[in-house]
C-alpha cells in the first residue's frame, strides 16, 4: 500500500521556520520524483517544491524560492521542506506528492500519490 504521511505543520509567527516531512512507503522511493504543493482557503494548488530522486534536481515555485530548501533522505524514505522566513501568505495546508514521471513539478496532474496534508499558519 502506498503512503505519504505529512508532518511538522503548526502556527508559527511571521520570520519564523518550520519543517515538514514527507514519509513515503510502498513503492521505489528512488524512482520518484517528490513534490511539494499547497492550497490556501479560496485559491488554487500551487506547486511549491519537487525534487528528483534520480538525479537530485530541485525546482522551486519564485514565491519561496530563497526561503524554503527541499531535501532527501533515501535511507529513511523522507523528504523535508524547510521553511524560513514564513510570511502570512505562506499560510496553506502542505501536501507532498510522488510522481514516477514528472516533467513540470508544479504540475499536479503528473504527479501518481498524495499525502493527506498538514497546516500551516502563519500569524502577522
Known amino acids: 500500500e502506498v503512503q505519504l504521511v505529512e508532518s511538522g505543520g503548526g502556527l508559527v509567527q511571521a520570520g519564523g521556520s518550520l519543517r515538514l516531512s514527507c514519509a513515503a512507503s510502498?513503492?521505489?522511493?528512488?524512482?520518484?520524483?517528490i513534490g511539494w504543493f499547497r492550497q490556501a482557503p479560496g485559491k488554487e494548488r500551487e506547486g511549491v517544491s519537487c525534487i528528483k530522486n534520480s538525479d537530485g534536481s530541485t525546482y522551486y515555485a519564485d514565491s519561496v524560492k530563497g526561503r524554503f530548501t527541499i531535501s532527501t533522505d533515501n535511507a529513511k524514505n523522507t523528504v523535508y521542506l524547510q521553511m524560513n522566513s514564513l510570511k502570512p501568505e505562506d499560510t496553506a495546508v502542505y501536501y507532498c506528492a510522488a510522481g514516477a514521471i514528472v516533467v513540470v513539478p508544479y504540475y499536479g496532474s503528473e504527479y501518481d500519490y498524495w499525502g493527506q496534508g498538514t497546516q500551516v499558519t502563519v500569524s502577522s
Open positions: 510502498g513503492f521505489t522511493f528512488d524512482d520518484y520524483a
